[in-house]
């Protein structure tokens, strides 16, 4: 039996060739997604446009002087407004305090910008308003990311991530690579998952610490790309003896 004597993956059949190459294949276009998913959620969070660690700063610890609102005005919701003129109307009325009796000048706005996503019923992200007690609750001084959410994507990575890199890890187990290869790979991989949602908590906590961010979102793909592309080699290009 194969997982008795491992022989690497080039002497399977061609079906169960033709499967992991399949599968492989997939779990590397899911991560390249997950790549796009990260770049659009916090690309915009500092209103410039590409991918820096000021967004992950912005993201993660918040940025103080500002409220949760006018964060999310000046970054990833600005270009929601239907026009300039109604982004520096709610920027006036921020600046101005946010005062429940100057809400009627800008519910309006809020209307035709915000309610679509954020109505009572949808609100999309957690965040409602549609109205001045809904709104107010986005109105405290920025922190950064929660720690009950950020509690719940630590969660939802490990149990995501963590079962896909087993089964990746053990396809690559029955490679015909050297054990030393096999133990750093695996080794690597797994650690990579614990290193890369602790530079979250790092990053939450101290915003300096915001690039070990980049650092463990590397260290995660290289994983991928090895625990994907060698056992590829293994399946196709392996020269069986």
Not at 74 to 98: C, I, Q, R
Not at 128 to 140: G, I, K, P, R, T
Not at 165 to 189: D, G, H, Q
């Amino acid at each position: 039996m194969f997982w008795k004597k491992v022989e690497g993956l080039a002497p399977l059949p061609v079906s169960s060739k033709v499967a992991l190459t399949l599968f492989l294949c997939i779990a590397g276009l899911g991560y390249i997604f997950g790549f796009f998913n990260i770049y659009l959620s916090y690309s915009r969070m500092d209103g410039k446009p590409g991918f820096s660690i000021e967004d992950i700063q912005l993201a993660f610890s918040g940025s103080g002087g500002v409220t949760t609102l006018e964060k999310a005005v000046d970054g990833p919701m600005k270009g929601n407004f239907a026009s300039d003129e109604e982004y520096s109307k709610t920027k006036a009325w921020l600046k101005a305090g946010a005062k429940e009796a100057d809400f009627a000048s800008v519910k309006g706005i809020f209307d035709n910008s915000c309610v679509s996503c954020h109505s009572t019923d949808a609100k999309m992200g957690g965040v409602a308003l549609e109205n001045y007690s809904e709104v107010s609750a986005v109105l405290q001084k920025d922190s950064g990311m929660s720690v009950p959410r950020l509690v719940t994507l630590s969660h939802l990575h490990v149990m995501g991530i963590l079962s896909l890199v087993f089964l990746l890890c053990l396809v690559f187990s029955f490679t015909a690579f050297a054990e030393p290869v096999k133990i750093l790979v695996m080794a690597f991989s797994l650690c990579s998952i614990v290193a890369d949602i602790g530079s979250w908590w790092l990053a939450k906590f101290v915003a300096a610490m915001a690039p070990l961010v980049i650092l463990g979102g590397v260290c995660l793909a290289i994983s991928f790309l090895a625990l994907i592309l060698l056992p590829l080699y293994d399946l196709w290009l392996r020269k069986v003896a």
